[in-house]
T-cell receptor, first 111, second 111 residues
Framework: QKEVEQNSGPLSVPEGAIASLNCTYS??????FFWYRQYSGKSPELIMF????GDKEDGRFTAQLNKASQYVSLLIRDSQPSDSATYLC???????????FGKGTHLIIQP | GAGVSQSPRYKVAKRGQDVALRCDPI?????LFWYQQALGQGPEFLTY????????KSGLPSDRFFAERPEGSVSTLKIQRTQQEDSAVYLC?????????FGEGSWLTVV
């Protein structure tokens, strides 16, 4: 059974600082990884996906993947109060496999 | 996300009542998923359709849960004889490329 582990938090970060969110996964064969943001009372919203080892940057967000360590992270630069949400890490192969999610990390950006 | 509409958005059911949750994706979306998200947890896979074919229903928690997509478009998730542990958000999702996008969710509370 595939597992994705995240620290549930809350993770509290001052406004303007870098927020670092981490995730580990159990299936060494996993190829695709996703970060979703979920505001309270809303459905998950895709932020980024990453398939290759290394870093992938999109605006203030950077996803990092280390397949040897089975570790995925999301960095949020210049954190804003609007970044306060739960961040869900997921892995999946597409098609019928769907996605396996972690429980999410609750991030709080302090003004 | 990706034009997936769900109804009802909110449903309060008395224990033992049957409920039906509807998912209406954009026409032409082949893949359709149902996920269940309990409070404080990540989404958990329930079932997957490719057009009208239900290719995977391994995540349905009991035989009280039933899903269908008879014409390969609208899908319905039915829960019979609801129990309190069925209280959750039920998320419908479609796949675009290798990425899954969620609808707004149907929030079910069983009292």
């Amino acid at each position: 059974q595939k597992e994705v582990e995240q620290n549930s938090g809350p993770l509290s970060v001052p406004e303007g600082a870098i927020a670092s969110l981490n995730c580990t996964y159990s299936d060494r064969g996993s190829q695709s990884f996703f970060w979703y943001r979920q505001y309270s009372g809303k459905s998950p919203e895709l932020i980024m996906f990453i398939y290759s080892n290394g870093d992938k940057e999109d605006g203030r967000f950077t996803a990092q993947l280390n397949k040897a360590s089975q570790y995925v992270s999301l960095l949020i630069r210049d954190s804003q109060p609007s970044d306060s949400a739960t961040y869900l890490c997921a892995e999946g192969g597409g098609g019928a496999d769907g996605l396996t999610f972690g429980k999410g990390t609750h991030l709080i950006i302090q003004p | 996300g990706a034009g997936v509409s769900q109804s009802p958005r909110y449903k309060v059911a008395k224990r033992g009542q049957d409920v039906a949750l509807r998912c209406d994706p954009i026409s032409g979306h082949v893949s359709l998923f149902w996920y269940q998200q309990a409070l404080g947890q990540g989404p958990e896979f329930l079932t997957y359709f490719q057009n009208e074919a239900q290719l995977d229903k391994s995540g349905l928690p009991s035989d009280r849960f039933f899903a269908e997509r008879p014409e390969g478009s609208v899908s319905t998730l039915k829960i019979q004889r609801t129990q309190q542990e069925d209280s959750a958000v039920y998320l419908c999702a479609t796949e675009v490329g290798n990425t899954i996008y969620f609808g707004e969710g149907s929030w079910l509370t069983v009292v």
